[in-house]
């Protein structure tokens, strides 16, 4: 499974002025949403052997659309064009630019709480393991998964949301009991999916 990133190594390009300096403490951040029709199918490929079929190419595109629906965001004012989604750390950024109600608490360095039960930097946290995972393919369960849910008219924010309550279900014995990671019983519970 795909490691989670560690850190962002470098700053990506932004468009616009920052609004944090003209913001009254406490306001809450403008809206994040993705900007339509920002794909570039290249950027999602840039790994897949020339040698790669049309089947296999269009198969490993829905995939990672799915996985990163868009390459531009909006994070606490700051809007963010061309991010390069096969980039984890660019990747993580596009993810908490589809969480606006997460970015205030995400900018405060101090804050360690919840916002309706859930903790912002795990939720976030979870997601990128989840969007790894499909970016590799790895597990293929994940994709299967979610191409299952996507079948029964489930939303891609809801299916992710899915996936990552398995995911949490099994890595809670990781991190509460120190317990290895059972990689069997997960690929069982998202073929349950």
Do not use: C
């Not at 868009?70 to 096969?86: K, M, Y």
């Not at 606006?100 to 990128?128: C, I, K, N, Q, W």
């Amino acid at each position: 499974m795909s490691p989670v990133s560690k850190g962002r190594r470098r700053k990506p390009k932004k468009s616009g002025l920052s609004r944090r300096a003209s913001r009254s403490p406490g306001s809450a951040s403008p809206p994040g949403p993705p900007v339509e029709g920002d794909v570039e199918p290249a950027a999602y490929l840039d790994d897949v052997p020339p040698s790669a079929d049309k089947a296999e190419v269009e198969s490993i595109l829905d995939r990672r659309m799915f996985t990163v629906a868009h390459q531009s965001t909006v994070i606490d004012g700051e809007r963010f064009d061309r991010l390069n989604p096969a980039d984890p750390d660019e990747r993580a950024m596009l993810i908490e630019g589809e969480h606006p109600e997460y970015h205030e608490s995400l900018a405060d360095p101090v804050f360690e709480g919840e916002l309706d039960a859930h903790s912002p930097r795990l939720h976030l946290t979870m997601h990128e393991v989840i969007a790894n995972q499909l970016w590799d393919d790895d597990p293929p369960e994940v994709w299967q998964a979610a191409r299952r849910l996507r079948d029964q008219g489930m939303n891609r924010h809801d299916i992710l949301h899915r996936l990552a309550a398995v995911l949490t279900e099994h890595m809670y014995p990781v991190l509460a009991k120190h317990e290895q990671f059972d990689a069997e019983a997960y690929r069982r519970a998202l073929n349950d999916l």
